[in-house]
């Protein structure tokens, strides 16, 4: 089992910044790439970004430029920066591991406001 808890969510203005992070604890070794999406209300979840147990990452086109997904292998965290948020970023922001076996765990979210 692995467990994920996702924290740095909150309310912070057009234009502005957060740091959102993904904590994971328990068989991280089983652990293959770590996602990070969201799902704004009314909307389908969406994919924003991943990183791999190699260290590869790749991005949502619409993210691309804007945030950057990175990780802490000492501290089994993995880091969401968004910059220049807009009102369409409002969302509640996920994080995903995929584990070897095909197994998928998923945090329980934490919430964006961007306010305009």
């Known amino acids: 089992q692995v467990q994920l808890v996702e924290s740095g969510g909150g309310l912070v203005q057009a234009g502005g910044s957060l740091r959102l992070s993904c904590r994971a604890s328990g068989t991280i070794f089983r652990v293959n790439r770590m996602d990070w999406y969201r799902q704004a209300p009314g909307k389908e979840r969406e994919f924003l970004a991943g990183?791999?147990?190699?260290?590869?990452?790749n991005y949502a086109d619409f993210v691309k430029g804007r945030f950057t997904i990175s990780r802490d292998t000492a501290k089994n965290t993995v880091y969401l920066q968004m910059n220049s948020l807009t009102p369409d970023d409002t969302a509640v922001y996920s994080c995903?591991?995929?584990?070897?076996?095909?197994?998928?765990?998923w945090g329980k979210g934490t919430l964006v406001i961007v306010s305009s």
């Open positions: 990183i791999t147990r190699g260290g590869s990452v």
């Open positions: 995903n591991a995929n584990a070897l076996g095909g197994l998928e765990y």
